[in-house]
C-alpha cells in the first residue's frame, strides 16, 4: 500500500508513472552504493515530472540512464 493524497492505495492502482515514481524512490533510499540506475520507460511522465526525476537523481548523486519512447525515426541521445 501507498500512500497518496487521500489515504493508503494499492501499489496496482497506481498510474504507470507513479509507479514508476515509486520504484525510482525506493531505488534510491537505501544507501548501498547504488552507483547507476536504468529508468526504463520515461515517456510515462510529464516533461515537469521527468525533469523532477532527474533532479532527484542527480541531487542524490546517481548517475542514471533513462530510456523513453517517441516518434522520431532519429535517436537522440542527451547528456544531463
Do not use: H
Request: aromatic content about 4%.
Amino acid at each position: 500500500m501507498v500512500r497518496l493524497g487521500n489515504g493508503p492505495l494499492p501499489i496496482s492502482n497506481l498510474s504507470e508513472g507513479q509507479q514508476l515514481l515509486l520504484c525510482v524512490d525506493v531505488a534510491i533510499s537505501k544507501p548501498n552504493n547504488l552507483q547507476i540506475i536504468l529508468i526504463d520507460g520515461a515517456e510515462k511522465l510529464s516533461t515537469e515530472n521527468r525533469e523532477k526525476l532527474y533532479a532527484k537523481c542527480k541531487e542524490k548523486g546517481l548517475q542514471f540512464i533513462a530510456t523513453r519512447t517517441s516518434d522520431s525515426n532519429e535517436i537522440e541521445v542527451a547528456y544531463l
